[in-house]
């Protein structure tokens, strides 16, 4: 994802606690911030759990941690994000006026599912809010992230299938429950730093490469379909 001058903005939304938005909002932060970029990390969710990560570390950060968990980040982020290439917002665990404006403020939207039939249902709502998003952007971009998946079960698989109920693609990494993610955040890391080489850190490597390359296709449909339009619109003025 290349800010290019603006902000990529990449939310992770469940109305469900326990699916695990705060884990990869960090750790996509931190492998988009092990690149060279300038990441912005939002903690939209009033329980500060992003912003409690931060304050556990023993060194800084290598981004910016700032707790807006108010339902004007819409309003605000253009002005937050000014010196950025990149913002992860970690959002509210129930649908909400924040939520919308976290949604309203968002380029991608990343549903994190833990595969269990529980986790499918609760999804329904945040879908709606981002279906009813779409009417005012139409351009944004939403998909799920089979997360907290049992390692070696085929429970994964049947999440997949009863999740394309809701006409949302499913990012085809899924990222396990591991041990070394509650480990690294109780110290206030993250498996990137205290295990690059480790399966779970490769796993959210793989997941943040997924996200740019869905960016970057409906960056690229954006370009296409607005030199398009410049095209007809050339086309009717010489007329």
Not at 120 to 147: G, Q, S
Not at 163 to 183: D, K, N, S
Request: charged fraction near 25%; proline fraction near 5%.
């Amino acid at each position: 994802m290349a800010g290019g001058g603006v902000a990529v903005k990449l939310s992770f939304l469940n109305q469900k606690g326990g699916a695990g938005k705060t884990t990869l909002a960090v750790h996509v932060a931190a492998v988009l911030a092990a690149t060279g970029a300038k990441v912005l990390l939002l903690d939209a969710d009033s329980q500060g759990s992003a912003l409690d990560w931060s304050v556990a570390r023993q060194k800084a950060p290598a981004f910016t941690v700032v707790g807006l968990p108010k339902p004007t980040v819409h309003k605000e982020l253009p002005r937050l994000s000014q010196d950025y290439d990149h913002v992860v917002i970690d959002g509210p665990p129930r649908v909400a006026e924040i939520t919308r404006s976290v949604i309203m403020a968002s380029d991608l939207i990343a549903i994190p599912v833990q595969p269990s039939p529980y986790d499918v249902w609760a999804v329904k709502d945040v879908v709606e809010l981002i279906k009813e998003a779409r009417v005012y952007k139409e351009l944004l971009k939403a998909v799920f992230v089979i997360n907290r998946k049992i390692v070696n079960t085929a429970i994964g698989r049947d999440v997949v299938e009863a999740l394309a109920t809701y006409e949302l693609g499913v990012l085809p990494t899924a990222v396990c429950q591991r041990v070394a993610f509650a480990e690294s955040a109780a110290r206030g890391s993250t498996v990137i730093e205290d295990a690059p080489t480790s399966i779970g850190a490769e796993e959210i490597r793989n997941l943040v490469k997924e996200l740019t390359r869905l960016f970057n296709e409906q960056e690229g449909r954006d370009y296409s379909e607005a030199r398009a339009r410049k095209v007809a619109v050339g086309g009717r003025m010489g007329q």
